[in-house]
């Protein structure tokens, strides 16, 4: 109930295309949603979060859409470009209950490529 | 300003050593968190710190981790006895009560 399961493993993607990342959860108290781009021995980088009572977030050429009752969320990167070829993680928050320390979960990371 | 930094940035050890891994948080950041990243695998979270107390280290792999946290700043986290498949990079992440947390560049360990 814990888990956070991200696919596709990898994409590959043409210059000027749309890249999409899906992730879905199970736990309905996760609480926040952040998306980190890693760039090949660096630190994640946080990109873009949302929170559960909204349905979209958009930031420049990033977009998280959100659908609560399926539990889904999912990562939209517009005219993808060769420099977002990165990994990217979604993650989700616990909160501070239960145990739990709020605490990132993370899914296993999408490995984009972007083609010239 | 500042961001997160951790040191050494790559450290290599052999099978049995202790080794220490630093974390300096974002000035000011009252929260901390450890993870571990193996290849090709996602973040794994360790341990989290509000100030200097860790609430929970159950997220520790082994009793042969440890880590502290002093002055409400710096972390220390110690693999004793090291064995191989401790290998991964270790990033460190501060926050000041919100959400967003801030991942520092991470310190690779090797164990041969």
């Known amino acids: 109930q814990q888990q956070v399961k991200q696919s596709p493993q990898s994409l590959i993607v043409q210059k000027g295309g749309i890249s999409i990342i899906n992730c879905a959860y199970e736990?309905?108290?996760?609480?926040?949603f952040p998306w980190y781009q890693q760039f090949p021995g660096k630190g994640p980088a946080l990109l873009i979060a949302?929170?559960?009572?909204?349905s979209e977030k958009k930031e420049g050429r990033f977009t998280i859409s959100f659908n609560k009752s399926a539990k889904q969320f999912s990562l939209h990167i517009m005219d993808s470009q060769p420099g977002d070829s990165a990994t990217y993680f979604c993650?989700?928050?616990?909160?501070?209950?239960?145990?739990?320390?709020?605490?990132?979960?993370f899914g296993k990371g999408t490995k984009l490529s972007v083609k010239p | 300003g500042a961001g997160v930094s951790q040191s050494p940035s790559n450290k290599v050890t052999e099978k049995g050593k202790d080794v220490e891994l630093r974390c300096d948080p974002i000035?000011?950041?009252?929260?901390l968190y450890w993870y571990r990243q193996s290849l090709g695998q996602g973040l794994e979270f360790l341990i989290y710190f509000q100030g200097n107390s860790a609430p929970d280290k159950s997220g520790l792999p082994s009793d042969r981790f440890s880590a502290e946290r002093t002055g409400g700043s710096v972390s220390t986290l110690t693999i004793q006895r090291t064995q191989q498949e401790d290998s991964a990079v270790y990033l460190c992440?501060?926050?000041?009560?919100?959400?967003?947390?801030?991942f520092g560049p991470g310190t690779r360990l090797t164990v041969l």
């Open positions: 000035s000011g950041h009252t929260a």
């Open positions: 992440a501060s926050s000041l009560a919100v959400p967003e947390q801030f």
């Open positions: 949302i929170r559960p009572d909204v």
């Open positions: 993650a989700a928050r616990g909160g501070f209950y239960g145990g739990s320390q709020g605490n990132l979960i």
């Open positions: 736990n309905t108290a996760f609480d926040y």
